[in-house]
Structure formats: structure tokens, C-alpha cells
């Protein structure tokens, strides 16, 4: 009993060191996209930047986000998963080191873009590479562990950014302190692109390939005696598998696509980006006090991460659905009553930061978390690179969409109409979550699969 004990704890530590590997690359995302908000300050007295030129500046990485997103499922399903990761980590150690060393606005944008092929890719390959590796069991947390990741690479680079202002003078960081800190990514960089050589290639890609052998000395190091019949599930479901992008539109595995586009989609533009790029603005247009509204975003941060906890706890317990149809709830509920506040100009009290932490407490307890898990795990071996692809890439075009739409809905609407706008898209997605997405707890990625195929469809 003993030593059954023992195996259990090694298999488990090998899949919690591959976790935590590839989860590296949601903090080099995290800390990527928050880095600018530290720097673009200085940078736009160091080159004397136009209110145009600093949106471009803070936005460009974005721009790559979408191109990385866009052409990293077809690297992996070619290539591997682990490749492409390592390359990703190479994009990151480059962007870092070229933004950091910029003499000039072009050279900037350009490291910038670099980085952010990298932010993309990186952002539908990690939660891929792990709900491939990852037992059924334990796959809704460990998927999970990547948003929470994000969290901390945004927390984490928000401290490094307040450490490196405090350091010098205003001229200091205008030479130098922006440099710090978009040069201080170069050591996760590195020690993600290091750590990936310590880790597998994703079994199930390798069984596509046809080296089955190298899959499951793989599977047995992950699942022990449970591997041959895993192994046999992966290579039954892949007989079955044409493998053509066409496939995603078929009757089959339509739906899934749509959950899939759908679930990416509202995770943006629901308003969370809305909030953490845009709360200190919000607060201080509504008199709170400057070093106010900083540390009730410091409370957003605390929030964020104290609930992405919650969902890690739940999320293989509750459920995918049940999780999101409750969390997706408390969001409706909060963004209703944040609306309020504005439209009858309740700023005195804690009622507003009290709903807008709630707002952040539902949302990093379901919706943060859940589509990731979900669309790395609905769509076939085959077709997963690319199928994770197309969702990333709709994801960051809502990025893109409530980045660049709320400053002017608040502008020409108000707080209220433009949270009130976010609601009426949490309730679409409230409805839709009910009616069309399924429980994929507990399940194999093939299990899924055949729930998705039914036999008059296929």
C-alpha cells in the first residue's frame, strides 16, 4: 500500500512540474500585457508621444497577440506543442531586451509586436499542452492554474513597476526606469524557455504522429496503470478523426466550435478588461482622490487572485456549467448595481468599489478561468491546435474591442449605459451557457469528443 502511495505521489509531481512549466507562459502573458501600463508614462515623455502615438504604444503588443494567436495552431499540430512553446519563450526573451534597448518609437512598437506573437501563441498553446497531458481527473484545475498564472504575472509585474518608480527621480525614469521594467521580463523568459526542456511533448500529438511508443512511456509517467487503456481510448478517437479544418463546421462538432468562439468572445466583453485597464481613470473621474483610486485597484488585484483560487477548488468539483452559470449570475447582479452607482452618482460610501470587487470576485471564480479549460478541451487531437486558434484569436479581437470601445462608451454613454451595455452581455451569455454548453467534468478529451459526434450525426 505503501509503495502504490509512493507511485501515486510521483505520478502526481511529474504532472504538477509540467503544470507549473507550461503555466509559465500564462505569467510571461500576465506580465507582458501589464507591463506598459507602468511604463507608458515615461515613455511618452521620453519621445514626446502624441495621444494617438500612445495608444499605438501601449496597444501594439495586441496587435501581435492576434497574429500569434492566429498561427500558432497550425505550428503546433505541425510541429509539436513543446516546439512552438520553446520558440515562444525565444519571442518573449527578445521583445523584453528590444523594448527595453529601444532608441525610438518604431524600434519599440516593433519589439513590442514580437512580443506579442508570443503573448498569443503562448495563450492558447499552454492551456492546450496541459489539458493534453493532464489526467481527467485533475484537468479543470490544472488548466486552471493557468489563469491563475495571469494573475500572478499582473500582480507580480504592477510590484516590480511600483519598486522601479520609487528607485530615482521622474528624469531617471524617464531615461531609465521604463527600460527596468519592460527589461525585467527577460528572467522569466529565460527560465520558462529553460524549464520547457525538462518537460514532454504532449502525448496525444505524439500519438498522431504515430510515435506511440514515446506516448506512452509518457502516459505511464502521468497516469501508471492507467495508461494502456488511455492509450487505446487516444488511439480509437483518433481513427475516427479526418483531421481537416473543415471538420470544425461539420454537424459533428459545430457546436463546439460555437461554444468555443462564444465562451472567448464574452470572456471580454462582459467588462473585465474594462476594469483593470481602465478602473483608476473610471474612479477619478467620479472624485475619488488619485492614491485612491491606486489602491482600490491594488484591491482589484487581491480580489482577482483570492477567487482564481476559488475556481481552482471548484472547478473539477462544481463543474464547468454550474460554476459558470453561477458565477456568470453574480456578474449580472454586480454589473447592474455598478450601473446604479453611476446613474444616481453614489461615489460616497463603499457601495461602488464594493460591486466592482464583486463584479471581480465572479468573474475570476468562473468566466476567468472556465474558457480557457473549456476550449482546450472540446475539440479533437487533430484539429485542437488550430481549432484553439480560431477562439484565442476571436478572444483577442475582444481585447482589442473593449480596449479600444470603452474609453469612448464611457465618453458618449456614461459609466451607467456602458456597464449596463456589459450586463445585457453577461445575459446573453447566462442564456446561452444554459441552453447549448455541456459538463465536460471529469471526462476524457475523447469522451468529450464522442459526446460531440452523436450517432445520427455522424
Known sequence: MKHQNN????????IIHITAVAALGGLLFGYDTAVIAGAIGYLQEKFALTPALVGWAASSAIWGCILG???AGYASDRFGRKRILIITGVLFFVSALGSALATDLTTFVIARLVGGIGVGAASMLSPLYISEVAPAAFRGRLVSVYQLAIVFGINIIYIVNYLISVSGSNHWNVEYGWRYMIGSEVIPSILFFALLFTVPESPRWLMKKGMEKKAGAILYRINGDKAGAIS???RSTLEMESGKWNDLFGKGLRLALVVGVVLALFSQITGINAVIYFAPEIFKSIGFAVESAFYQTIFIGIINTIF??????????AGRKKLLLWGVSGMILCLCAIGFCFYFEITKGPWLILFVLGFIACFASSLGPIPWVMIAEIFPTRIRGIAMSLCTFILWIGVILITQLTPVMLDGFGGAFTFWIFMINSV??????????PETRGKSLEQIEKDWIKPDEA
Do not use: Q, S
Open 7 to 14: 507511485r501515486g505521489g510521483m505520478f502526481r509531481g511529474y
Open 69 to 71: 494567436a492566429a498561427v
Open 232 to 234: 487505446e481510448e487516444i
Open 308 to 317: 482564481t483560487f476559488v475556481a481552482l477548488w471548484l472547478i473539477d468539483r
Open 428 to 437: 446573453i451569455l447566462l442564456l446561452f451557457t444554459w441552453k447549448f454548453v
